[in-house]
Nanobody, 123 residues
């Protein structure tokens, strides 16, 4: 596995988690990166994206103001800081690399997907 998300776990509502997305074999410093999530029985949905240098970010309305996406190209890592977590945030979270520098929210803009990490938020 080359691209992988880390940092999931079981937390209570109101808690915080920070997810990391790391590629062990290739750099994505010139690519946009996105976070997506998939809850049981639901389709995969966009959460947040960041452009190649971190200067532009984009969020799903439901996480705006609670989640922050950032990146450290020197470490080839993209982060998702999740604060004020809610039970409805429970899902498997995936990171994905886009061929575009500014990838947006469309799943089809992303060509390289990593293994996900499970986030469970209890009420």
């Amino acid at each position: 596995v080359q691209l992988q998300a880390f940092g999931g776990g079981l937390v209570q509502a109101g808690d915080s988690l920070r997810l990391s997305c790391v590629d062990s074999r290739r750099t994505f410093s010139n690519n946009g990166v996105g976070w997506f999530r998939q809850a049981p029985g639901k389709e995969r949905e966009f959460v947040a994206s960041i452009n190649w240098n971190g200067g532009s970010t984009y969020y799903q309305n439901n996480v705006q103001g609670r989640f922050t996406i950032s990146r450290d190209n020197g470490k080839n890592t993209v982060y998702l800081q999740m604060n004020s977590l809610k039970p409805e945030d429970t899902a498997v979270y995936y990171c994905a690399v886009s061929r575009f520098s500014y990838p947006g929210r469309r799943l089809t803009n992303y060509h390289y997907w990593g293994q996900g990490t499970l986030v469970t938020v209890s009420s």
